[in-house]
């Protein structure tokens, strides 16, 4: 893993796209020469077209993070990585063209962009087929020793196995006499210098994934690891690290408070953020103002009630606000009390379904951005009557309110729609991820990838 603005990235990941990249220049330098061949013009010389093409090729590059060409499924499946490749380069390409309108002068894109755009999908598959096939082997995955062999190590064994994984377990050592959950483990009484032991495998970082961690953790031998420059990482944030996310189940108080993150230097950052929302609400509103008020005559024609309507949340520092969405359940949907959406809810109204698909109910809420009760990104903020149980029966939710409420966030395009106490932990989890390493790079990052969500109604009810 790279730790790239706080926000870690797998060194696979990162290789794949610094290839891709080089290709998208490549593709669009063998377009130019096809097409200056065709119509008989000089070819000029290559460093006078670099900062165009790398330009190109970044536009390209940003739609494919944005569909999840490097998400896990993607490098699990080819069929899925193609899929999403073509939907990718297909909207670099528009977005180039609207460029090339903007910017006239230039008819490099115009005249090469059906070149570039095939030879640009022929080079990331096989790109995906060479690279990706080497960058997923064992032989490029840090080397991992666990110590421990109870429930955690089987954890790390189960997330090691994926193969979007960017390590391999080399080995468990059992640090007690407990009764063993990974029954390779060897006994630590077994190994006779645990210093050597590590370097004779070649292991690159040892995890403690005790159970009972009072008067197990070797503290001698990991020293000695540790100064040989091998890294020692607890469980916490290992899996914080590999999953992106808070484990809930093993993170205590102590490690919230002296682990990395909840950082008082965000200053600079915030106001960024308020500038950026600001600055962004104001044209998202000008621009779908019409959509708002098509969809809200097309929702009042469609059912009894009003097109809009009002909800409490509960947003930074526990404050309550009213935010505006397009209505999509029938007015009595909460006759009976506030409950839980449902997956094929029959509250939602036949326009009320496609509006939640496709995100246009949301639109309202940008209201909400400009006003500086929420923000772009960010936890998505729920309704007191739940917040208020949750409090109770989900440790640390109420530190998810320590970061402005957002329409979109980290556990969004992370985590399907969930709608229930066990759901609302596991978004949970990533909502503590962001609080505790959110910046700008990390929210640009989520504005990108929700992309992919609204494309492919990943999470939509």
């Known amino acids: 893993m790279i730790r790239l603005f706080k926000h870690y990235i797998p060194h696979a990941v990162l290789l794949l796209g610094l290839f891709d990249f080089g290709l998208l220049i490549a593709a669009g330098e063998l377009a130019w020469k096809l097409r200056a061949g065709q119509i008989g013009i000089g070819m000029g010389l290559f460093a006078d077209r670099l900062p165009l093409m790398a330009g190109a090729a970044a536009v390209v590059l940003t739609a494919m993070i944005s569909v999840g060409v490097y998400g896990a499924e993607s490098l699990r499946s080819m069929r899925f990585a193609g899929a999403r490749l073509l939907v990718a380069v297909s909207l670099g390409v528009i977005a180039l063209t609207f460029i090339d309108f903007l910017v006239p002068g230039q008819t490099f894109w115009r005249s090469t962009l059906a070149y570039a755009m095939g030879i640009s ?28 062999s109870g429930k955690r190590a089987q954890r790390l064994r189960e997330l090691g196995m994926r193969p979007e994984s960017g ?22 009484s077994a190994i006779h210098d645990l210093n050597r032991f590590v370097e004779n495998l070649g292991v690159s970082e040892v995890v403690l994934a005790l159970e009972e961690r009072r008067n197990a953790i070797p503290m001698k031998d990991l020293l ?21 996310r808070v484990d809930l189940d093993t993170v205590n108080p102590s490690w919230l408070i002296f682990s990395d993150g909840f950082s008082s230097g965000r200053a600079v950052s915030s106001v960024a953020k308020r500038m950026f929302d600001i600055l962004a609400s104001s044209i998202l509103l000008l621009l779908t103002f019409p959509l708002i008020l098509l969809f809200a005559l ?22 309550t606000f009213e935010v505006i969405k397009l209505r999509s359940m029938r007015v009595d949907a909460e006759k009976d009390g506030a409950i839980w959406a449902q997956a094929d809810d029959p509250r939602v109204t036949r326009v009320g379904r496609f509006i939640r698909k496709v995100r246009i109910d949301e639109l309202p809420q940008t209201w909400s ?19 208020e149980d949750l409090e109770d029966k989900v440790p640390y939710y109420a530190e998810r309110h320590m970061v402005k409420p957002g329409i979109t966030g980290w556990a969004q395009i992370n985590y399907p729609y969930g709608a229930s ?21 990390l929210d640009l990052l989520i504005l990108l990838q929700t992309l992919r969500v609204v494309l492919w109604h990943e999470g939509a009810r």
């Open 121 to 148: 999908i022929l080079f990331l598959m096989l790109n995906r087929l060479i690279i990706g096939g080497i960058l997923g082997a064992h032989a490029f995955r840090r080397r991992v020793l666990v110590l421990g």
């Open 369 to 387: 951005v400009l006003k500086g009760e929420m923000s772009f990104v960010g936890p998505r903020p729920e309704r007191p009557q739940f917040v």
């Open 167 to 188: 390590f391999s377990i080399v080995g468990y050592i059992a640090m007690s006499d407990t009764p063993l959950v990974v029954e390779e483990a060897i006994p630590r």
């Open 298 to 319: 097309i929702v009042k024609i469609d059912s009894r009630g009003p097109a809009f309507f009002r909800q409490t949340r509960v947003g930074l520092y526990g404050q």
């Open 421 to 441: 106490i066990e759901d609302a932990r596991q978004k949970l989890e990533y909502d503590l991820y962001y609080a505790k390493n959110y910046t700008p790079f």
């Open 224 to 244: 000695r690891i540790k100064t040989a420059g091998v890294h020692v990482n607890d469980f916490s944030s290992f899996m914080e690290r590999e999953t992106g």
